[in-house]
């Protein structure tokens, strides 16, 4: 009976092991999360106090982390217009992200200058800035509460219900919301988990549509869904790009060819630049191949559905 008594704790030991030593993993990156210096959110040599026009410059910037060894973007120059958008297409890892991550001050370039309405990005506050960028991204990111406080998370306003309802229908998903027994009051579960992948993103297009920002950026925002959701999503984004100056990342020509002005990047390059037209003319260079593939591969996808059906 003794013996009993022992062999229940020592096969309990294991796991208890097992629990503590990744519980103190996990405190460790808290504590790592604490001691950060707080983010200077207000600091700025300019305090604007109505929206920006949305027309940005780079000028020779490059970008290395700060425990990096290398630029991640090296020498980037262009220039759009209010209103005007911006296709970044690239490789994984080629920068396309980094790059945009400079606009919203999630990182400070290394060299160069990038200019908001003629003003160095710097001078402006963090808090401001990010007031007037819109963001939506490849994952979307919902929280454990509702609907409407998904929605809402961000907009930085007081909001009617009928604002809410309206941006909702505008991203395509009112009709999926209002179909729930609790509606707009529905408990999403922790990052969403309750909606499919093309509500989650298209709850996000509504934060965004009701925040109304003057800069989009639209970071492979159709690559996680199906070919029906995609249509739906890639028209409420054309309906929100409208009037806005808008950075497109992408990795398929279908996303950017109807951009003003699209960037190829290479390992933190521009190696192309241009209008879908002016690329695809280049022959030899990176874009007009990619187009090829992709065009090869639409095809042929289409001519097994037609066998298949």
């Known amino acids: 009976g003794l013996l009993v008594w022992l062999i229940f704790p020592i096969r309990n030991l294991g796991r208890v092991i097992v629990q503590a030593s990744t519980g103190m993993v996990s405190y460790q990156r808290l504590m790592d999360i604490v001691k950060q210096a707080r983010e200077d959110l207000d600091g700025g040599t300019i305090q604007p106090t109505g929206p920006v026009r949305g027309e940005i410059e780079f000028r020779n910037v490059s970008f290395m982390y700060s425990d990096g060894t290398h630029d991640v973007i090296q020498d980037i120059s262009f220039r759009i217009q209010p209103g005007q958008s911006i ?8 920068g396309k992200t980094s790059m ?8 400070d370039y290394t060299s160069g200058q990038i200019l908001l309405d003629g003003v160095e990005l710097r001078e402006y506050p963090r808090k401001y800035l ?3 960028i819109g963001i939506v991204q490849q994952e979307p990111f919902l929280f454990s509460r509702s609907i409407r406080e998904n929605i809402l998370y961000g907009v930085g306003r007081r909001v009617t219900q009928e604002e809410i309802e309206a ?34 993103q298209r709850v996000t297009i509504a934060r965004t549509i009701l925040k109304n920002p003057k800069i989009l950026i639209l970071d492979d925002s159709t690559s996680a869904v199906d070919t029906e959701t995609e249509a739906s999503i890639r028209k409420a984004l054309n309906d929100l790009m409208e009037h806005r100056t808008t950075f497109i990342i992408a990795h398929r020509i279908q996303s950017v060819m109807r951009a003003d002005l699209i960037l190829v990047l290479d390992k933190g390059r521009v190696i192309q630049k241009g209008s879908h037209e002016e690329l695809l003319g280049q022959t030899g260079g990176m874009y007009r191949r990619i187009y090829d593939i992709q065009t090869r591969i639409d095809e042929e996808l289409e001519i097994e559905i037609a066998k298949a059906s």
């Open 87 to 94: 296709a970044l297409l690239g490789s994984t890892g080629s």
């Open 100 to 107: 945009v991550n400079l606009l919203p001050r999630f990182h």
């Open 130 to 132: 990010r007031e007037q």
């Open 167 to 200: 941006a909702a229908k505008a991203a395509a998903v009112h009709d999926v919301i209002a179909a729930f027994p609790d509606g707009y009051n529905t408990i999403v579960g922790e990052k969403g988990v309750t909606l499919s992948g093309g509500q989650k």
